[in-house]
């Protein structure tokens, strides 16, 4: 019986509209999701950007907030910073912080990316079997599209505010607004 509401979920789903769908799949990946796989999903990008950036002038690294994953409700709270570093320099070039929402869909954006540029590479003859020969620039493009996950989130109540809080339900508003609630 429980495999029959699933079947019909999936079904409900697929005719739903393109990023109506995704942001179903979003929210029912990042409820199953346990602090060990999140983690592990960290380290994951983290040596993904690292394997596409190598060879390039910049890079990007992830890491957990200290402090915002303690609680027991840690996935409403936690933040992931996103930060673009200038290897030859070391200067931090530009920085986001994503919740756990934003940061799902960066995963997913980066590893499937990540995977046709790793596969391109492997199969292109370049001398040096480099992957950054297939793309110069990842790093940023990459931290254009976190900047474009964490400027789109606008407060449904004030329509004013970044929604900066992320409720169980995936619903998100600014603190404001929540506070006054």
């Keep these: 019986m429980g495999q029959q509401i699933s079947d019909q979920t999936q079904l409900v789903i697929n ?24 983690l592990g999903r960290v380290a994951e990008l983290n040596d993904v950007t690292a394997k596409i950036a190598a060879g390039q002038e910049k890079h990007l690294l992830f890491e957990v907030q200290p402090g915002s994953d303690s609680s027991a409700f840690w996935k409403v709270v936690v933040r992931v910073v996103c930060t673009k570093i200038n290897k030859s320099s070391g200067i931090v070039e530009a920085s986001r912080i994503m919740n756990l929402y934003q940061f799902i869909q960066l995963y997913k954006d980066i590893t499937s990316q990540a995977a046709g540029v790793l596969a391109q590479s492997s199969t292109s003859e370049e001398p040096d079997g480099n992957p950054s020969s297939v793309t110069s620039c990842q790093a940023s493009l990459w931290m254009g599209r976190v900047k474009q996950l964490t400027d789109e989130e606008e407060c449904c109540i004030c ?23």
């Excluded at 393109?18 to 602090?35: D, M, N, P």
């Excluded at 970044?162 to 995936?170: E, K, Y």
């Design 15 to 38: 005719k739903l509209p393109e990023k109506v769908a995704k942001h179903v799949t979003l929210v029912r990946e990042s409820g199953s999701l346990t602090y060990e796989e999140f």
């Design 159 to 181: 329509m004013d505010g970044r929604a900066d809080l992320i409720l169980p339900c995936a619903h998100s508003f600014c603190q404001k607004c929540i506070d006054k609630w």
